[in-house]
């Protein structure tokens, strides 16, 4: 079970809107930056959002990230079948000393 | 044009050594932190250790913790993971990761392209 919870999948309709969460505590969201991976069926993880809510050069402004307290949002609007992937959060834990990763959330874009 | 690539990966007894490697290229290496990362078969991302581009600061997930070990030749642009003790659940595909440091936060800019590791049963 990770530390970081994010929902096992999500579900929208092409065009549509949809956001995934990420739950964390002091020692982890609260107190550090966020990352967000997209991982497309077979393929390498990609970084999609850096810093909470940069986008790295060639990223879409359909992709955007924030951060509130201990819990990220991913948030990805104009839906296509083309962003059924895992995403997956990501940030550094002080007390632990280590990077941790959300458990990964499957989009389905129906 | 940045890039990682992976070697080193295979089929390894329970108990067993292997050592995994990424060489890059494309970017100064000696200035970057480098991560390994791993997937098990249908699992999500797990973190396994980070190192420093000096190699002064290094750390270890727990999981990992006393039996691998992550290295760094910047002569050689080249990371480097050595797997001792491995066990049946060490079985995944392990990414190593550029670190680029921007937000004093990890996150992963660039992936190599994965190579896996499977310790039978």
């Known amino acids: 079970q990770s530390v970081l919870t994010q929902p096992p999948s999500v579900s929208a309709a092409p065009g549509q809107k949809v956001t995934i969460s990420c739950s964390g505590s002091?020692?982890?969201?609260?107190?550090?930056?966020v990352s967000w991976y997209q991982q497309l069926p077979g393929m390498v993880p990609k970084l999609l959002i850096y810093?909470?809510?940069n986008r790295p050069s060639g990223i879409p402004d359909r992709f955007s990230g924030s951060k509130s307290g201990t819990s990220a949002t991913l948030g990805i609007t104009g839906l296509q079948t083309g962003d059924e992937a895992d995403y997956y959060c990501?940030?550094?834990?002080?007390?632990?000393?280590?990077?941790?990763f959300g458990g990964g959330t499957k989009l389905t874009v129906l | 044009e940045v890039q990682l690539v992976q070697s080193g990966g295979g089929l390894v007894k329970p108990g067993g050594s292997l050592r995994l490697s990424c060489a890059a290229s494309?970017?100064?290496?000696?200035?970057?932190?480098m991560d390994w990362v791993r997937q098990a078969p249908g699992k999500g991302l797990e973190w396994l250790s980070s190192?420093?581009?000096?190699?002064?600061?290094?750390y270890y997930a727990d999981s990992v913790k006393g039996r691998f070990t992550i290295s760094r030749d910047n002569a050689k642009n080249s990371l480097y993971l050595q797997m001792n003790s491995l066990r049946v659940e060490d079985t995944a595909v392990y990414f190593c990761?550029?670190?680029?440091?921007?937000?004093?936060?990890?996150?992963?800019?660039?992936w190599g392209q994965g190579t896996l590791v499977t310790v039978p049963s």
């Open positions: 810093g909470n809510n």
């Open positions: 990761a550029r670190d680029p440091g921007i937000t004093g936060t990890t996150e992963l800019d660039y």
């Open positions: 002091s020692s982890n969201i609260g107190n550090n930056y």
């Open positions: 494309g970017f100064t290496f000696n200035t970057y932190s």
């Open positions: 190192i420093s581009s000096t190699s002064s600061y290094i």
């Open positions: 990501g940030t550094w834990d002080s007390s632990l000393s280590a990077m941790l």
